[in-house]
Structures are given as C-alpha cells and as structure tokens.
C-alpha cells in the first residue's frame, strides 16, 4: 500500500521568493514519485520524477526536488517565484499499476 | 504529436441520464488510465486497460461505472443513471508501455461532468 500526504493545502509568496511544497509518502515498495502541476481548468503537466537514480532531481520551470529516504520526504522547491507559478502542485507515488495522489497543495504568488 | 486527447471538456447531464467519456491516447500508446478528481481534492484512479482488456479496475464504483479500451477507436468511460454525487473532472492518462517505476503517464485535459 502506499499513501502521499502534502503537508499544505494552500501556499503563499511573493513574486521573487523561494517556493518550498512539503510531501512526504508511504510505500511498500521502491517508490518512484513525481510531482505534476495542474494549472485552472487545464490538464496535469509533470514537473519532475524520481528513479532511484540521483536523490536531487531537477525539473521543468527551475524546480527542483530531493528525495530523502530517511525521512521519507520529496519536497518540491525553487528558487525564485514567478506569477505564472501559481497552480495546483500534485505529489504522486508510483508503483505497479497505479499512481497515488496526494491532496494538492495551491501555490499562490502575490505581486 | 498530439497529446491525449478527451472529449467531450465539459458534459451536463440530468440524473437518471448515461455520460460517456472518450480518450484517444497518444499517438503509440496502448495504456490509459482513468482518474476521477472531486472539488478541492487529488485524483483518484479508478482503472488501468490496455487494449481490449481491464488490467485493474480496483478504484471503480462497482455499480454503473464501466470501461472499454476497443481495439480501435477511443477508450470509453460510461456511467449509467447519474448521481449528483458523480459530479467530478475525469482525467485520462496514458503510456507507452505496462505502468512500472519510472513510467511516465501523460494526461488529457480533463472532462468536466456536471449532474443537474
């Protein structure tokens, strides 16, 4: 079994400032993981996945994550937002045949 | 290259009424899945076909809902007698190959589905 828990529903920054989004997760198995952004009433887009290669996975629109086995974490950052940052960001564990979703969390980017 | 492709992007419908959701997959794929998605929540799979076969329906309701993959045309995704409670954007995702670590899956753009 495996479960995905986002630790934020909502996030808020200023446009310039870094963005950090909390995941952490439970699997039976290796896990592969990915986070994927969901902008309104448009389709998910994936940002990045893990592979059990490199810990540290750099993304599309300069995100980046670090996957932590001891602590059992994939926390999504970058650097400096952008207003078209704003989105529903999705931690997701992958293995066998499905993906797991976890609740979203909603970034906000204030001007 | 077209991505994954649904139809219809928003569905109205009465309970009591059918709703049928289609999905072409991307071009070379012959996995898709179907994820349902309630307001202010993450998606939920339902089931995993490749062609002409259910490989797992393990998060579909076991009552109206069904689901094809024919061998050709697109995959379907019905529901019988609407509930107000089935109001929900379905995704469709699929992949070039059987879901294992590392796979990615490439979603629609979702079918937004209002019971009135």
């Known amino acids: 079994a495996q479960s995905v828990t986002q630790l934020d529903s909502h996030v808020s920054v200023s446009e310039g400032t870094p963005v950090l989004l909390r995941c952490n997760y439970s699997?039976?198995?290796?896990?592969?993981l990915f986070w994927y952004v969901q902008h309104p009433n448009k389709g998910l887009q994936l940002l990045l996945k893990?592979?059990?290669?490199?810990?540290l996975v750099k993304g599309i629109n300069g995100f980046e994550a670090e996957f932590k086995k001891s602590e059992t974490s994939f926390h999504l950052t970058k650097p400096s937002a952008h207003m078209s940052d704003a989105a529903e960001y999705f931690c997701v564990v992958g293995a066998g045949n499905m993906l797991t979703f976890g609740g979203g969390t909603r970034l906000m980017v204030k001007p | 290259n077209a991505g994954v492709m649904q139809n219809p992007r928003h569905l109205v419908r009465r309970r009591g009424q059918e709703a049928r959701l289609r999905c072409s997959p991307m071009k070379g794929h012959s996995h898709v899945y179907w994820y349902r998605q309630l307001p202010e929540e993450g998606l939920k799979f339902m089931v995993y076909?490749?062609?002409?076969?259910?490989?797992?329906e393990s998060g579909m309701p076991k009552e109206r809902f069904s689901a094809e993959f024919p061998k050709e045309g697109p995959s379907i995704l019905r529901i019988q007698q609407v509930v107000r409670g089935d109001s929900a954007a379905y995704f469709c995702?699929?992949?070039?190959?059987?879901?294992?670590?590392?796979?990615?899956?490439?979603f629609g753009p979702g079918t937004r589905l209002t019971v009135l």
């Open positions: 076909l490749q062609k002409e076969n259910i490989i797992d």
């Open positions: 893990y592979t059990s290669a490199a810990t």
């Open positions: 995702a699929s992949s070039h190959q059987r879901r294992l670590a590392g796979v990615e899956q490439f």
């Open positions: 699997s039976s198995y290796s896990p592969s």
